[in-house]
């Protein structure tokens, strides 16, 4: 049984969909806006406008931008080295028994 969306909808190699808001600061905007400016929330999880600490609730011109997922598009999110050289511990092995099963 399906979820009713088909293939179309979703974006190749997800499968699940996290969208995302960011607040974008209007001019003059709060030190509130400033601090959290395009830092990307879960929609469901974004601080509501004008935010908690605005200092200018009735004048506030904040908005939100939406993105399809939190990620950032361009962040790379794997070693560079891909699964070559992905070792933690670049120094010499120094382990001088052998492992504990009869065939290591």
Same mark, same amino acid.
């Given at each position: 049984?399906?979820?009713?969306?088909?293939? /179309?909808?979703?974006?190749?190699?997800?499968?699940?969909?996290?969208?995302?808001? /960011? +607040? +974008?600061?209007?001019?003059?905007?709060?030190?509130?806006?400033?601090?959290?400016?395009?830092?990307?929330?879960?929609?469901?999880?974004?601080? !509501? !406008?004008? !935010?908690?600490?605005c200092t200018r609730p009735a004048g506030c011109q904040c908005r939100y931008r939406k993105f399809p997922d939190r990620r950032e598009e361009d962040a790379e999110r794997r070693s560079?080295?891909?699964? +070559?050289?992905?070792?933690?511990?670049?120094?010499?092995?120094?382990?001088?028994?052998?492992?504990?099963?009869?065939?290591?």
């Amino acid at each position: 049984m399906g979820t009713g969306k088909s293939s /179309a909808e979703q974006p190749a190699g997800r499968t699940t969909s996290h969208p995302a808001a /960011a +607040i +974008i600061p209007c001019a003059g905007a709060c030190a509130a806006a400033v601090a959290v400016a395009g830092r990307r929330f879960l929609a469901a999880e974004a601080p !509501l !406008l004008p !935010l908690r600490d605005c200092t200018r609730p009735a004048g506030c011109q904040c908005r939100y931008r939406k993105f399809p997922d939190r990620r950032e598009e361009d962040a790379e999110r794997r070693s560079p080295q891909g699964s +070559i050289g992905s070792n933690w511990y670049g120094g010499q092995d120094q382990r001088r028994s052998r492992g504990r099963r009869q065939d290591d």
